[in-house]
């Protein structure tokens, strides 16, 4: 089929529910995809945060398919060796506390599971999240997603989910308190602008959870897996080393097979009984297979490494530029905040073949590339923009 035929196809079966960029890909490798029309795009969005490590990456790939020669699914009422290969893989790159995984299909389902988890280790309902953070579409997840229109979008919302100030540790004590089961935030609120918090804001919340009983979740949904520098944002200097009582994860993890997970640490874990989690595919071979060769193409091609060092070369490259006014974020998670709404330059760079996205900050341009990214690739975007 051509691009008009795709499109008409699409359009006319599924429900009308997203903004579509106007090309269709047909295939992928590193940084790069190809259309149906045959045309090359360079993708600093990384399939929405996804292909951490480029597209189809060949370690990835080989791991899927020979996957799916011996198995493609079975259920948590078996055991199974990649399962307990992943799980273990997960469990150490992720900070030592983080001791148990609990695998499902997504980031909201990897959120809602947590605040489950919170509300079962502590007896408590409420929830505090922040404003500016996304969770994700389902009923908890978007009660506590505290950005735009998205908990409107989820009306009647779970009662007992309250909000403070992303960044503002007096806005946090002011809404604490011990009837209070979790404090869940996005270390780097990406959909809200690349917004940031300082270092000791996240040790402070950590306090704050130790002192009242709380169980503190990191949705890493998006900053998990290496993307802002280190293997996750907790325990890393960005967050003073705090790390949570539960991380959240999505997106990267697999590669693009989907898969979430709940990273526990012992004490809430002792909490969790037979039974009380659960899903049909959480866990399954394939997705196991994607996740153990996701952790693996990253540490052996030092993908993390070159994800700090993508950062600096933007940060150096960027400067006096015209019409740039600061490059926020961490790694691979880079908004370019413009002077002015930058919706014009999103669309010029797509006219570029340059895929890149927007965030709900009209100013902010949202950089989400695969973790391999190079600098000569990075500098095509640098020369659009100086031009
Ligand atoms: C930080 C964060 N949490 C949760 C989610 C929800 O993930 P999913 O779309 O896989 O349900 C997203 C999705 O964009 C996200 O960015």
Redesign the pocket.
């Known amino acids: 089929m051509n691009f008009t035929e795709i499109k008409h196809h699409e359009d006319e079966f599924q429900l009308a529910t997203y903004a579509k960029m106007d090309i269709a890909v047909e295939r992928g490798s590193g940084v790069w995809v190809w259309t149906s029309e045959g045309d090359k795009y360079l993708d600093l969005y990384g399939g ?2 996804v292909c951490a490590t480029g597209h189809s990456h060949p370690h990835v790939v080989r791991a899927i398919q020979e996957q799916s020669d011996k198995v493609l699914f079975y259920s948590n009422l078996v055991y199974s060796e990649i399962r307990a290969k992943a799980a273990e893989k997960l469990v150490t790159v992720a900070p030592d506390v983080l001791t148990k995984a609990f695998f499902c ?7 809602e599971n947590a605040m489950r988890i919170a509300r079962m280790a502590t007896g408590r309902k409420k929830v505090l999240s922040f404003d500016g ?6 009923a908890d ?1 978007i009660s506590a997603t505290f950005l735009g229109k998205y908990r409107d979008i989820g009306k009647p919302n779970v009662p007992d989910h309250v909000s403070a100030e992303f960044g503002n540790i007096e806005s946090v004590r002011a809404v604490a308190d011990r009837e209070t089961a979790a404090i869940i935030l ?1 270390p780097i ?3 809200a602008g690349v917004r940031e918090a300082s270092p000791a804001f996240f040790s402070e919340l950590r306090q704050i959870c130790y002192d009242l009983g709380i169980v503190l979740i990191f ?5 998990g897996i290496g993307r802002t520098g280190n293997w996750f944002f907790a325990g890393s200097e960005h967050a003073d080393g705090a790390v949570p009582d539960i991380i ?1 994860l ?2 990267s993890l697999g590669s693009g097979v ?1 898969v ?1 997970a709940c990273l526990v640490n012992d004490i809430v874990a002792t909490h969790i009984k037979t039974n009380d989690l659960g899903t049909t595919f959480g866990g399954g071979m394939l997705a196991m297979a994607a996740v153990l060769a996701t952790l693996e193409a990253i540490e052996d091609d030092d993908m993390i490494a070159n994800s700090v060092s993508i950062e600096q070369h933007l940060r150096d490259s960027l400067v006096g530029v015209a019409g740039v006014k600061a490059v926020l974020g961490k790694g691979c998670l880079i908004g370019i905040e413009f002077d002015e709404a930058c919706g014009a330059v999103h669309k010029k760079l797509l006219s570029q073949k340059i895929v890149t996205g927007t965030s709900s900050d009209p100013n902010v341009l949202r950089l989400l590339p695969p973790l391999m990214v190079s600098k000569d690739e990075i500098e095509m975007l640098v020369e659009v923009l100086r031009s």
């Open positions: 929405h945060a299909n997504s980031g909201t389902e990897a959120n953070g996304f969770h994700g579409r389902t997840s996005e609120q990406s959909m949705d890493e949904v998006q900053t959240t999505a997106k989907p979430g």
